[in-house]
């Protein structure tokens, strides 16, 4: 059993930030990569940035030079700074974490966060 609990998600005007947390917990053994989706209305969801164990990270082509994920491995925690938001920028950001936990230990398993609303005005 995994739980994951995000927080930050708020209204904000364009051009500020927010900054997403995730926090994992259970009985883990191994966080594997951990990662930040997000879905607006209308439209599949899709990748923002994903994060290694080690520290090597992706991003969506739309965020790139504005979002930064990191991650805090002593905290099981996984972080994304928002800055220069934009309108377009407006969704339900997820969560995900690919953890071993010690009930299933040698098989990787998928982990969803709720979601968490993130509205950028014009």
């Known amino acids: 059993q995994v739980q994951l609990v995000e927080s930050g998600g708020g209204l904000v005007q364009a051009g500020e930030s927010l900054r997403l947390s995730c926090a994992a917990s259970?009985?883990?053994?191994?966080?594997?990569?951990m990662g930040w989706y997000r879905q607006a209305p209308g439209k599949q969801r899709e990748l923002v940035a994903t994060?290694?164990?080690?520290?090597?990270?992706t991003y969506a082509d739309s965020v790139k030079g504005r979002f930064t994920i990191d991650r805090d491995n002593a905290k099981n925690t996984v972080y994304l700074q928002m800055n220069s938001l934009k309108p377009e920028d407006t969704a339900v950001y997820y969560c995900?974490?690919?953890?071993?936990?010690?009930?299933?230990?040698?098989?990787?398993?998928?982990?969803w966060g709720q979601g968490t609303q993130v509205t950028v005005s014009s």
């Open positions: 994060i290694t164990s080690t520290g090597t990270t």
């Open positions: 995900n974490s690919r953890v071993t936990t010690y009930k299933e230990l040698g098989t990787w398993g998928d982990y």
């Open positions: 259970g009985r883990i053994a191994i966080i594997g990569i």
